[in-house]
Each structure stands twice: as C-alpha cells, then as structure tokens.
C-alpha cells in the first residue's frame, strides 16, 4: 500500500471533517446520512463515539487544537448521557464511550474521562446473564423476545478489559471473556459464516437459535456482522492471546474475502454477489481494521494483508468523499439496515470512522487504535 496515498486520504478526510464541524457544534451528527448530509442531532444513538473518535484521530494526525478542543466539549455530554440514562440501556458502551471517554483518557489523561468510561463499563457488565453467559444486547433485561446476543459486541468487550487493567477489577475481565466464549460458540457457524444475534432460553440459558436484525434473513450472512466478527476476534485476541482464536479468525475472514465483489466493497448482505443491490461500503472499512490489527497479532501473512491495502485502495479511488462535493461525510455507499429502511447507500458514522482508522493504521504503523 502507497503510504503517500494513504496519508492523501486521511488528509481530504480531515479536510471535509473540519469544513463541515460548525454544523455540529454542541451536537452529533446522526448515524446515517440523509441524502448524503448528516442532519444535526445530538448524543443519543450508539454512533456517537464515532464522531468524537473522528475529532481524536485528525488531533493525532495534525495536531491542530480545534480537534482536541471539540472532542473534549463533546466529554460532558457523554457524562450526561449517562446521567440520564439516553440510549445507554444496551451493549454499546464500547462504541460510544470507549472512543470518545477511554479515548480521551489514553490520550490526555483526563480524570473526568476515565471516570466516565469506567461508569460506562459497570453499565455494559451489568447486562451480563449468568443463564446462559453473555452479555445482553438490547431491550429490558431478561425480557424473552431480546434473550439473545449479537456479534457486533464483540468491540465493546475491549471497554472491559480496559477497565480491568486501570482498575486491577479482574470481574470486568472475567466478564467479557465469558461473553466472548459463548459469542464465538455460537454465532459463528460451522463454515465460518455468521449470525447477526442468537438466542438463549431465559430459564435454563440454553443456546437456542440464530437470528438476524439487519441481515437479509436467519439463515445468510449480513456482511457487516461478518467484519464485526473479523475486527472483533482480532482485538479480543490481542487481550487474550487465547490460543483457539487464530484458526477461527481465518476462517471467519477467508469467507468474508471470498464473497466480495469485484471492486472488493461488500453488498449489505452476502446473499447478494452481484447487480443493484446497494453495497455496505462500512463492512469492508470494518474488514480492512480487522486484518490489519489481525496482522499486527501475528494472526496473518502477507497475502491476507495484500488483500486489506487492495480494499482500502478501492474505498479510496472509488468510495471516498472528495473536498469538492456537497456532502458532509467521508465513505460514500454504507448501509445501516436495508429492510429497515434505514440508511440505506448513504454516509454512516462508523464507516467514515472505520475508514480513517484504516487510514491512520497504515499513516501510522505503529499507532494505538482506542480499542
Ligand atoms: N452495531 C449496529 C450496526 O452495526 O448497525
């Protein structure tokens, strides 16, 4: 991969983020553009961590204060949202707090944001079902129709062992690896692709069945869920090292790279190998992360490697938001839930975010992603 192209795309990047940051004073964009501009929202969903991971990374990158000056204003309302209890009753807690509070804390050292993170980690622990052994994604706890767990929070386990080693509480620790056991037990199917949610029985905890949200159905493999699996097994083997992860973090990307089509950016769901479709750029943003921090773990060769500088040249040439263009977002033709209608071939927050975390791991080999 062409360093000096990477380093040109993190800077139209940062370019279009800083033109467009007055819209978002004091809010957050939301987690999907409409019509290709992010409307003005506040810090409600689970992708507001991104946009403050956003504000951290262009602060690494140039050093220039407006960055860190907005990532740390954006600190007191991610306090506040806790407080208030806004959206925080789910698993999310890495996405949102991990990237913006344990973020700030890694890179600053502030007191507030480390506090706040770790009050997000007690959060996201106490979501914990002893029946059963995971961690509890939406809805009221224990309440049957949401007795599942969904593959996507395999990145927030790393809030966990974050808080266990500032803390020295392994029970932060103890947690997430047993989540990560029944996760890898169960939406991982036998050919290596993957389930979006699975369900257990309430009373006994027993594994029942699995389940999509936003995949085209329970049985296909919704391509976003697949690199959640990737990036996800990548970072819990970093804090593991539990020996039985590499052969399935392999198998888990092999299909994943087997099912791309030509250009190398997923369609939304892995049914679709070709024609109209709208595509999932954000997958493949995920899926470049994932074998990169795989690589960094051993857990890779060159040729896998190949193939993630192949991806992210793509999303470059092809997929990137360029300076001159009306929109305010950075990774064109993500999809958030096609048959929810939601977001459908538009800018979203993690695939912009994905997209400069790519970047910046290439800018920079050696830099410490916030996971
Ligand atoms: N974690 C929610 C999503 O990927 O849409």
Do not use: C, I
């Given at each position: 991969m062409d360093a000096d192209k990477a380093r040109r795309a993190l800077d139209g990047a940062m370019t279009i983020t800083e033109t467009h940051l007055g819209d978002f004073t004091g809010g957050f964009p939301p987690p999907a553009s409409k019509n290709g501009i992010y409307p003005k929202g506040e810090n409600?969903?689970?992708?507001a961590g991104f946009y403050t991971g956003l504000m951290w990374m262009f602060w690494e990158h140039s050093m220039r204060p407006i960055f860190r000056e907005t990532a740390e204003r954006h600190l007191v309302s991610f306090r506040d949202r806790l407080d208030r209890r806004v959206?925080?009753?789910?698993?999310?807690m890495g996405f949102v707090f991990g990237l913006s509070c344990a973020a700030a804390y890694k890179l600053t050292g502030s007191v507030f944001a480390k506090e706040t993170a770790l009050l997000a980690a007690d959060n996201l622990k106490s979501?914990?079902?002893?029946?059963?052994q995971f961690l509890q994604a939406?809805?009221?706890?224990?309440d049957p129709s949401e007795y599942r767990l969904i593959i996507d929070c395999l990145l927030n386990l790393p809030l966990l062992y974050w808080a266990a080693e500032v803390t020295g509480d392994n029970s932060y620790r103890v947690t997430a690896e047993r989540h990560l056991e029944t996760a890898r037990n169960t939406v991982i199917r036998e050919d290596f692709s993957t389930h979006h949610t699975f369900y257990f029985d309430p009373e006994t905890g027993a594994p029942l069945r699995g389940a999509t949200?936003?995949?085209?159905?329970?049985?296909?493999?919704?391509s976003r869920g697949q690199a959640w699996g990737i990036c996800g097994l990548a970072l819990n083997y970093k804090y593991t090292?539990?020996?039985?992860i590499p052969p399935q973090w392999a198998g888990v990307t092999e299909y994943f790279l087997r099912h791309l089509p030509g250009d190398l950016a997923a369609y939304?769901?892995?049914?679709?190998?070709?024609?109209d479709e709208p595509r999932d750029s954000s997958a493949s943003a995920i899926t470049v992360c994932g074998i990169l921090e795989g690589y960094r773990q051993g857990l890779c060769g060159k040729e896998t490697i190949e193939m993630a500088y192949k991806i992210l040249e793509s999303l470059i040439d092809s997929y990137a938001a360029r300076a001159?263009?009306?929109?305010?977002?950075?990774?064109?033709?993500?999809?958030?839930?096609r048959l929810l209608g939601a977001g459908i071939d538009e800018f979203t927050l993690w695939g912009d975010y994905f997209y400069t975390e790519a970047l910046m791991r290439i800018v920079y080999p050696d830099w410490a992603a916030y996971w």
């Open positions: 409600t969903e689970w992708t959206g925080v009753d789910n698993h999310d979501r914990f079902h002893e029946k059963g939406w809805g009221k706890m224990g949200k936003q995949g085209y159905s329970d049985t296909s493999t919704w090292k539990d020996p039985s939304w769901d892995f049914h679709f190998r070709e024609g001159e263009e009306a929109g305010n977002g950075l990774l064109k033709h993500s999809t958030y839930g």
